[in-house]
């Protein structure tokens, strides 16, 4: 599992600094060091719980108390590779490299956005699946900050590479109650999110490409030019907020559900503000 991880960091690596741009190459660097970094740790983790149990098979640990520093060494590879906060500063760099004579070239800005990230969802559920939970203040703080800087934001592509860090936090955040409705919302909303935020950046592309503009300050009444642009775009940010009947709002009822029935009561409070922010940049 560590070694295919690792896989896909090279092929993320390579896919940023696609075209070679000084400025492309010095994200793609950045990417790889941050994420690489957070491997070296979450190895040294493994090796610790290897000397606990004598065994790298998931299922001979089952029962078995795992050291907390294991843990947190383990969790902080997680959170780096899947750019939580404090460390996803790669992902908004990552998401907006796209060479200057292709401002459209948005499939790779998705698949950056989803490929390094959604792994680590993968793993930490099946690392941590047995656990009783774990304290959800780091996912709510993950999603609110990211939330609250895409707010800010003027650039398209950086404001939807921080809403997916943000998104992140809600998904950690089901994980992290361990109740049925949390861990289904949140393997709902991986699969909600990823078609969503695939839209948002082909949209983004076709507007840029249109535009040449990337500030969102010198756009305005584009759905008057671009219409079906503009419905494709409300359709995914509407899933992405949580709007029913859109497939998003059954994920984040589910996520938040679980987190009220975990007793975590601020945690689903500071998640439904979260939803209030990302209508709002979005």
Same mark, same amino acid.
């Given at each position: ?6 896989? #896909? /960091?090279? *092929? ?10 000084? +400025?492309?190459?010095? $994200?793609?660097?950045? %990417? ?105 203040? #780091? /996912?709510? *703080? ?10 800010? +934001?003027?650039?398209? $592509?950086?404001?939807? %590479? ?106 689903? /409070?500071? *998640? ?11």
């Amino acid at each position: 599992m560590y070694l295919f991880w690792e896989i #896909i /960091a090279i *092929a993320c690596w390579r896919l940023i600094g696609f075209y070679r741009v000084k +400025e492309y190459v010095i $994200k793609a660097d950045k %990417a790889f060091l941050v994420t690489f970094f957070g491997a070296v740790v979450m190895l040294l983790g493994f090796i610790q719980i290897y000397g606990s149990t004598q065994s790298f098979d998931l299922m001979d640990m089952r029962g078995t108390l795992i050291p907390g520093s294991a843990v947190l060494l383990i969790l902080f590879g997680m959170f780096s590779k899947s750019a939580t906060v404090p460390l996803h500063t790669w992902l908004p760099d990552a998401g907006v490299a796209r060479p200057p004579s292709r401002p459209c070239f948005t499939p790779p800005s998705w698949s950056r956005s989803a490929s390094m990230p959604m792994p680590g969802f993968s793993c930490s559920l099946l690392i941590f699946r047995r656990l009783e939970g774990s304290d959800p203040w #780091i /996912a709510v *703080a993950s999603s609110l900050i990211a939330a609250a800087a895409a707010t800010v +934001e003027n650039d398209f $592509k950086r404001i939807l %590479a921080y809403s997916t860090v943000s998104q992140i936090g809600y998904i950690f955040l089901g994980f992290s109650v361990a109740t049925p409705e949390g861990i289904s919302g949140s393997l709902l909303f991986i699969l909600m999110h990823g078609l969503a935020k695939a839209g948002l950046f082909l949209c983004a592309g076709i507007v840029i490409h249109a535009t040449h503009k990337r500030d969102i300050r010198e756009m305005g009444g584009l759905i008057k030019t671009m219409p079906l642009t503009a419905v494709a775009f409300l359709v995914c940010a509407f899933s992405v907020i949580g709007i029913p009947p859109f497939g998003g709002f059954f994920s984040k009822f589910l996520v938040i559900v679980g987190t009220v029935k975990a007793g975590a009561i601020w945690a689903a /409070a500071v *998640a439904l503000f979260t939803a209030v922010l990302t209508m709002f940049y979005l």
